[in-house]
């Protein structure tokens, strides 16, 4: 069969965020290593040398791979699953420039100038630290620019969308509310959380925009100071919606390679599924609170709202599972590379979403916040979950862009098990370490009683670095040279040229 | 033509990075040394139950997917199901979907009541209307790296001044004022067994009343919960409780 055009085009697109995502992704987890064995004792770094290669590090790994590679590969599966056309590559080029620039702001910033504010710089922390105002007005420069990336981002979602002819309510999933048949069905499962993202992330930014922007102003002594607890609100309202920018690209993409390789139109339970993704749409914005429970001075009903609308939010996540468990469990699927990662990702995303309700209750959350069970949680998610259907998704295409085989490659299987095995024992460290109390960001692993297994976790992290670099090997090598590329295409498509 | 820019661009891209990194390693002033690995105990008889509990749920998940994932999933990947289970399975999902619709809204209802039996919540609303008598007000004073107290007579502490530690006594209900001088800090309290058992978020310009009663005799250790700077792993003190 012969591929429309505007399909090669977006997966040149998002070939072009993956390996750069990856490539940032292997400089980031090398930072999180330095930073771990430093917190051990054995190559010791000073304190602000730590907090400056977290902060790094979290917005490197976090945003600069995990959400920009999801926007990456949100443009294949996206043209994939409507079958139709971007509707304007020339945005999509530019917010990917866009971005790079202020990857790079970020770097000055931080490398250069030694800011180090945690990767949520939670203000004002900005302006009580030990690095210049031009680190600060560099880094936040650069955070602006991810921001209106983001926004264009959501943007060229909901435009493409219609200008395929399709009504943006049922994108939403509302389709359900209407027709109780699944045939009647009309819009694209897969690209129902896209379409919820970018909607969602639209709404989310701005006030966060609002926030970076007066901080700026505030650098440059225009403004003076803002209310620390507003800003708080404003920082988390965007904080938790854009985790959903890494999960909700990465589900379209499950549906869409469940239902490639499954050979089925629709999924198991389908009405259901977009039912889920419609109240996902409605609540999707609202759980931000939770992140700020320990902040005693605000009023109650804030928490309250925000625990209950975060039980709600899970309930996409549980029919999506039962959707996609399902429709695998029906269907033959071929056991290689890229399922591995495609059921490795539905594993954990189960599983860190355990934690993730643990810690959304107030009960239990007293004893966890900020502690390091926090970041073990959302390294189970991002790094065992989410970044393997990344990384399922980039190699996917990657093969099939270039024709060079990744998955019976020798050293793919030794990424994948050095990845698994390495993660799994770091993070469980971290999770009991977050029991007990152990500090998050915190240069010394306080408090003491349990700095054993800060020391056991460094093999497993090297493991895991090891793997990740592996994966940045696999995916960037097919591109050392590119004319056999071009002539790869020649074979394959002789008429097209 | 987007690839190949891509191409290029990620070769400059990471070298610029490396040297990045390279010069914040070496011109910091600390510079970076290799040292030994800390030595630590670990005492399991110290855990309370929530950290068990936690604990089990949690691995016990690890253990229940990791079979799943080699005994169950793989078989079932491989092989095919017939046709009409397809179909069958088609008319259970109509059939079932109110059912499900109907599980799903009485566990939400369920959600709303979790919230309302927490003690932080308890706590929290207690903030607006709870004043201490005078004698078991403290005030907290968080800043940039660590804490002071005052008091109007607690414990064995009799003067009004700051103070780097305090006294006080088992089984009292206190109520804290904590405020902070410069930016966000935490409020982390750890039992003598450095278990935490409470915390609080200090935000800049707002008083933050915190009720603590201690129910232990021994010391108990005030730990910085929130990334304040440079000196956040040095922010700590302590509460002698007699
Ligand atoms: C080999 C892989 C990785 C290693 C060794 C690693 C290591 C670390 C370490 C040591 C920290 C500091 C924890 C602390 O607060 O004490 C950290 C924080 C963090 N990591 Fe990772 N990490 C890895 C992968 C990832 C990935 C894949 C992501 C995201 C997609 C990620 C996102 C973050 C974030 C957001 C933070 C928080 C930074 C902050 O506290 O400001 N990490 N990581
Ligand atoms: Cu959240
Ligand atoms: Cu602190």
């Not at chain 1, 000073?46 to 959400?67: D, E, K, Q, R």
């Not at chain 1, 189960?350 to 390294?379: D, E, P």
């Amino acid at each position: 069969m012969e591929e429309k055009d505007f399909i090669k085009e977006a997966k040149e697109l998002s070939i072009g965020y993956f390996i750069t995502g990856i490539l940032v992704l292997g400089l980031a987890v090398l930072l999180g290593f330095i930073a771990r064995t430093s917190q051990s004792g054995m190559f010791v770094i000073s304190p602000s040398m730590f907090y400056t290669l977290i902060t790094l590090h979290g917005m490197l790994a976090f945003v600069g791979w995990g959400t920009f590679v999801a926007m990456g590969l949100t443009w294949y599966t996206l043209v994939k699953a409507l079958n139709a056309p971007l509707h304007s590559v020339k945005l999509v080029r530019f917010i990917y420039w866009n971005f790079m620039t202020g990857a790079a702001m970020l770097i000055i910033g931080s490398f250069w100038g030694g800011f180090a504010g945690s990767w949520v710089f939670l203000y004002p922390i900005t302006f009580h630290g030990n690095w210049p105002a031009w680190a600060s007005f560099f880094w936040t420069l650069g955070v602006i620019l991810a921001g209106v990336s983001i926004i264009l981002y959501g943007l060229e979602i909901l435009l493409t969308i219609r200008s395929a002819g399709y009504s943006l309510w049922d994108s939403w999933g509302f389709e359900s509310w209407k027709k109780s048949d699944v045939n009647d069905y009309t819009f694209p499962i897969a690209a129902v959380p896209l379409s919820i993202i970018g909607i969602g992330m639209i709404i989310a930014t701005i006030p966060f925009a609002y926030l970076l922007i007066y901080q700026l102003l505030e650098i440059l002594g225009v403004v003076g100071t803002m209310d620390a607890l507003l800003a708080k609100n404003l920082l988390w309202w965007f904080g938790h919606p854009v985790v959903y920018l890494i999960l909700f690209p990465v589900v379209g993409m499950i549906y869409q390679m469940v239902l490639d390789n499954t050979g089925r139109k629709r999924l198991i339970g389908e009405r259901l599924t977009k039912l889920g993704w419609s109240i996902a749409f409605i609540v999707q914005n609202i759980v931000g609170a939770h992140h700020i429970y320990m902040d005693l001075v605000q009023s109650a009903w804030i928490p309250i709202f925000s625990q209950v609308s975060t039980y709600v939010i899970v309930l996409p996540s549980v029919v999506s599972l039962y959707a996609i468990v399902g429709t695998i469990l029906i269907a033959k699927i071929e056991w290689n590379l890229i399922t591995k990662y495609l059921v490795t990702t539905i594993i954990f995303w189960f599983l860190a979403g355990i934690s993730g309700i643990i810690q959304a209750t107030m009960a239990f959350n007293v004893f966890v916040h900020n502690s390091l069970y926090i970041v073990a949680h959302f390294h189970t998610m991002a790094l065992l979950g989410l970044s393997s259907m990344l990384f399922a998704t980039g190699f996917y295409i990657v093969q099939d862009y270039t024709g060079v085989d990744i998955q019976n490659n020798r050293w793919a299987n030794v990424g994948f098990w050095s990845i698994m095995i390495g993660a799994l024992s770091f993070t469980s460290m971290w999770f009991i370490q977050g029991m007990w109390g152990g500090i998050r960001r915190d240069a010394l692993s306080t408090p003491t009683n349990l700095t054993i297994l800060t020391d056991l976790s460094i093999p497993f992290m090297l493991l895991t670095v090891f793997g990740i670099l592996v994966n940045v090997y696999l995916a960037i090598r097919p591109f050392a040279n590119l004319n056999q590329i071009d002539v790869y295409h020649e074979e394959k498509n002789p008429s097209t040229n | 033509m987007f690839i190949k820019n891509v191409v290029k661009f990620l070769l400059g891209l990471t070298i610029f990075a490396v040297i990045s990194l390279l010069y914040a390693l070496f011109s910091s002033p600390g510079g970076f040394k290799m040292g030994g690995m800390q030595t630590s105990t670990f005492d399991l008889s110290k855990w309370s139950i929530v950290q068990f509990s936690l604990f089990s749920i949690q691995f016990g998940l690890v253990v229940f997917l990791v079979i799943l994932y080699f005994g169950f999933a793989r078989k079932s990947l491989e092989n095919e199901v017939p046709e009409e289970t397809h179909k069958k399975i088609e008319v259970f999902e109509k059939k079932y979907f109110w059912i499900a619709i109907s599980i799903l809204l009485v566990m939400l209802l369920l959600t709303v009541a979790i919230p309302l039996t927490t003690n932080q919540l308890a706590q929290a609303r207690d903030n607006r209307t709870r004043i201490s008598s005078s004698d078991t007000l403290i005030y907290a004073h968080a800043f940039q790296f660590g804490f002071e107290f005052k008091t109007n007579g607690t414990g064995s502490v009799t003067n009004n001044t700051w103070m780097p530690t305090l006294t006080l006594i088992k089984d009292k209900l206190y109520e804290f004022v904590l405020f902070t001088s410069d930016t966000t800090h935490g409020f982390g309290v750890y039992s003598p067994q450095n278990l935490l058992v409470d915390q609080s978020q200090i935000v800049p310009g707002y008083n933050t009343h915190f009720l603590m009663k201690f129910t232990e005799t021994g010391v108990y250790t005030i730990r910085c919960m929130e990334y304040c700077g440079a000196g956040h792993q040095i922010m700590e003190t302590t509460i002698t409780v007699a």
